[in-house]
């Protein structure tokens, strides 16, 4: 059995953030609890301090009890909770340990002390039941997100943990990839483990889960068991702020634009890519794994390069803010260094209060906002969006979609790679697939 | 494909160190101070680093030739620096290469557990071989936007440049690294117990040939210097 | 010390060194080989201040000084670096200490100590050198004169100083660019 009692914690970082108040839950053996809510509401939380990460990684004020089994996870060490869990994690690119697919999966284990033969020997049966024998004996950083998120998930399994938490795992996953992460949940509720994930994307886990948590502002807003579930329309979870529970695979979405100015790609040598992309619309481009997203992207980028016409914002919007403050990244994207011009541009989105902060300090869609912003600068009128809402909640979409919209009325053409249906129906108003 | 073990890598390493780098016993080394110098390369064509070889080949030509030419004045000082510095470190480099392009991350902790170096050194080696590839990555996708974004940075920016591209490079790889610490501490890394190594490694013939070459070396030496 | 601050020590290691590999770049061109005792210790001092942000524990410093030895052999410069930085390491470690591991002077101070550690590439340059051209009279008295001449013993003590100096340099080139950087966006 699961249990916090009474718990209320606050980071010492950022002490509004995230925090938990007197929160009460017990989940008994061998159930699926899905944690949901917007983000910053706490339910990333109290994954963390079932891990045991809140208070011994993150520090903060803890008061109240959480106990797996009976053992209090805030006394033990990070070590001891280790072998009482396994969790996933929302980065593919951050949870591996080691660099090689199969030291990968004998991490967890090693730490442990297991001896060597019984480690070989879980691997070979996580190896089968997951069948990803073909993924064995590889450089994990040559291998896609969805791979890699199946790889930490196979590494959780090695260690036969009665408790699998999963913290946002899907995030950065496409729609195939996701479909199969549910497998592997299933997969894991079939054999009776406990299982508590905290999601924003709900379509993939709802008919899978037990019970359901509404967390806002660190307690516990609403209680669904399995029959609550089953009523739930998506009308219904809108109006608390909740993501669709429909599965619609992004790839048979229709969406069509008339005919008016395009813009042409040059061909690519290796992939068959649409010659044209119509102006003033927001395109959404989806396609399967493999079906050359990235390098469309990156094809767009370098074929654009002279004209100076395509901005791309990144999925990681990290990589393309260099300075120190959010005017002094507009000012070195003007032809010429002219403050009042990059003010304006400041204030058509919605940033002048921010022209003194550090980039890096903004949150995730402040930082799109400044990358656009760049882009505006130097006088690019095509945006490329790469996964622009991976990771966001309802409320944060929503935003990206107003944003999207506002970008189209002022006349700039929208280009956005996505696997989030939403997103395209919000939105969108035209739709490319690739084929591999 | 000759496999070596991780601690007869070392050991060559060593020997190259002492013998080639460092100059022990001078001439007295000869033929073997030649065998050593041409061994990184013969070690690197078994992993397929052909190009690798032939720059490391080239400069080490170049150093030996440097030395013999006949110069005077302020030319055959630098020179004679240029071909004493390729000659000496040349072969210990392309030996360093070898080391670290043939040889896994688990490899490398196991051998360094078997001889009883503290986790407190081998953690944060595995760690940090672990997180090379990481930063490479953020290098790399940083630099892809600065070209895109073709930020106005003319001759007079350098250190600006350089800025712009090491900080975010930092500011990122720090963020990467809280999210991979937090991962491998609640899989237990950092554990008292004694941990476990499923990687296997072991002396083979071809490491028993490298200790003999070693051993057959040193009392060479030794041999010449005291007659 | 923890699994966070080992953890901690792996991920700082690798970004200090391969900013310092950037510039180390330079050092295969053999004339340029000297100014690396400049460059090194001033590109050092961003990753190495930021990395003194997270070190509260004694024996921080000097592992990540170890470990730069042991790159350092491992890369085929040779295994008198692994002594020097062991050395220099465990004196940083004292000097950051006697600042209960927060003052930000003695942080500045501790790079300059902590810098010395590339000291000991170039000893084989040195100490081996008499043994070396010794045997290498068939190249003339000229080369032999020629080469201490430029790499006299006294350039030994100077290159050390030098890494010292050009530590403290970059220390405070590293807090500026904390102060600019990493504290305005919240990551320290």
């Known amino acids: 059995m699961t249990e916090l009692r009474d718990v209320s914690f606050s980071y010492a970082a950022a002490p509004e953030k995230g925090c938990i108040k007197h929160m009460d839950l017990t989940v008994p053996d061998g159930q699926f609890l899905l944690l949901t809510g917007s983000s910053g509401c706490g339910k990333s939380t109290v994954i963390r301090l079932l891990n045991g990460l809140v208070p011994h990684f993150f520090e903060g004020e803890l008061s109240g009890d959480v106990l797996i089994d009976g053992r209090s996870v805030p006394k033990m060490e990070l070590y001891e909770t280790a072998a009482l869990q396994g969790t996933v994690f929302q980065n593919p690119r951050a949870q591996f340990f080691t660099v090689d697919t199969t030291g990968e999966l004998a991490f967890g284990c090693e730490n442990q002390g297991l001896p060597e033969n019984e480690i070989l020997s879980r691997i070979g049966r996580t190896v089968e039941r997951f069948r990803i024998s073909d993924l064995m004996d590889r450089n994990i950083f040559c291998m896609s997100g969805g791979e890699k998120q199946k790889i930490a998930c196979a590494s959780v399994d090695t260690l036969q943990p009665p408790l699998i938490l999963l913290d946002e795992p899907s995030a950065n996953l496409d729609y195939a990839s996701t479909m199969q992460l549910r497998e592997i949940i299933k997969l894991w509720k079939s054999e009776g483990r406990t299982i508590i994930a905290a999601e924003h994307r709900l379509f993939y886990l709802w008919d899978i889960a037990d019970r359901a948590l509404l967390i806002r502002d660190g307690a516990i807003a609403e209680d669904w068991s399995r029959a609550d579930m089953d009523a739930m329309t998506n009308e219904k979870l809108a109006e608390y702020g909740l993501r669709s529970i429909h599965d619609t695979d992004p790839v048979t979405i229709e969406r069509s634009c008339s005919r008016g100015e395009v813009f042409n790609v040059k061909p690519h040598k290796k992939f068959t890519f649409p010659a044209e992309i119509p102006l003033h619309e927001i395109t959404a481009v989806v396609g399967r794994n493999g079906a050359g997203k990235t390098t469309f992207l990156r094809h767009m980028c370098r074929s654009a390069r002279r004209s100076r016409r395509i901005f791309m914002v990144m999925q990681d919007v990290d990589h393309q803010l260099f300075t120190d403050s959010v005017l002094e990244e507009v000012l070195i994207s003007l032809a010429q260094e002219d403050e009042a011009k990059a003010r304006e541009i400041l204030r058509s989105l919605d940033l002048e209060d921010f022209a003194d902060r550090h980039p890096m300090s903004l949150s995730g869609g402040q930082k799109q906002r400044v990358a656009i912003a760049c882009a505006a600068a130097s006088g690019r009128d095509i945006l490329l969006f790469d996964e622009p809402t991976s990771g966001l909640d309802y409320e944060h979409m929503r935003q990206t979609a107003d944003l999207l919209r506002q970008l189209r009325e002022q006349g700039r053409t929208v280009l956005v790679v996505t696997h989030d249906s939403e997103l395209i129906e919000a939105c969108c108003t035209n739709i490319i697939r690739l084929e591999s | ?227 | 010390m923890k699994g966070k601050d080992l953890i901690n020590i792996g991920i700082f290691s690798a970004i200090y060194f391969v900013v310092v590999m950037v510039f180390a770049m330079l050092g295969f061109i053999p004339v340029f080989m000297p100014l690396l005792a400049v460059l090194v210790p001033i590109a050092g001092g961003i990753p190495f201040m930021l990395f003194l942000t997270k070190v509260k524990k004694f024996g921080m410093i000097l592992i990540m000084s170890i470990i730069m030895g042991i790159m350092m052999i491992l890369t085929g410069m040779g295994f008198f670096t692994v002594i020097v930085s062991a050395v220099t390491g465990l004196c940083a470690e004292l000097v950051y200490r006697s600042g209960q591991y927060k003052s930000a002077s003695k942080a500045v101070l501790t790079h300059g100590v902590f810098g010395m550690w590339l000291w000991g590439n170039y000893l084989p340059l040195f100490f081996m050198a008499d043994k070396y051209w010794s045997t290498r009279k068939d190249f003339g008295q000229d080369y032999i004169d020629a080469l201490t001449k430029l790499m006299p013993m006294w350039m030994c003590p100077v290159l050390l100083v030098t890494a010292f100096v050009c530590g403290i340099i970059g220390g405070l080139l590293g807090k500026a660019v904390m102060k600019k950087h990493f504290v305005k966006a919240g990551i320290v």
Not at chain 2, 57 to 77: D, K, M, Q, S, Y
Not at chain 2, 143 to 149: F, I, L, P, Q, S
Not at chain 2, 184 to 210: E, H, Q, W, Y
């Open chain 2, 1 to 227: 494909m000759i496999k070596l073990d991780p601690r007869t890598k070392l050991l060559l390493l060593l020997a190259e160190a002492v013998i080639v780098l460092g100059g022990l016993g001078g001439g007295n080394a000869e033929p073997f101070k030649t065998v050593f110098m041409a061994l990184p390369f013969l070690l690197l064509l078994t992993v397929k680093k052909y190009r690798t070889a032939v720059i490391g080949a080239v400069l080490l030509g170049l150093g030996l030739a440097a030395g013999h030419i006949p110069t005077e004045g302020r030319g055959a000082i630098v020179l004679l620096m240029c071909s004493g510095i390729l000659t000496r470190f040349v072969p210990s480099l392309m030996m360093g290469n070898y080391v670290m392009s043939s040889t896994r991350v688990s490899e490398f902790t196991a051998a360094m557990e078997r001889m009883h170096v503290t986790p407190k050194i081998t953690i944060p080696m595995a760690v940090m071989f672990r997180f090379f590839p990481t930063v490479k990555e953020e290098c790399s996708a940083i630099g892809e936007a600065m070209k895109m974004r073709d930020i106005r940075l003319g001759g007079s920016k350098v250190m600006q440049m350089a800025e712009y591209r090491l900080v975010p490079m930092m500011t990122c790889s720090v963020k990467i690294g809280e999210e991979l610490s937090a991962a491998a501490l609640t899989r237990g890394l950092g554990s008292p117990v004694k941990r476990t190594n499923v990687c296997r490694i072991g002396f083979r013939a071809a490491d028993i040939a490298m200790f003999l070459l070693c051993a057959a070396a040193l009392v060479w030496i030794i041999w010449r210097s005291v007659t």
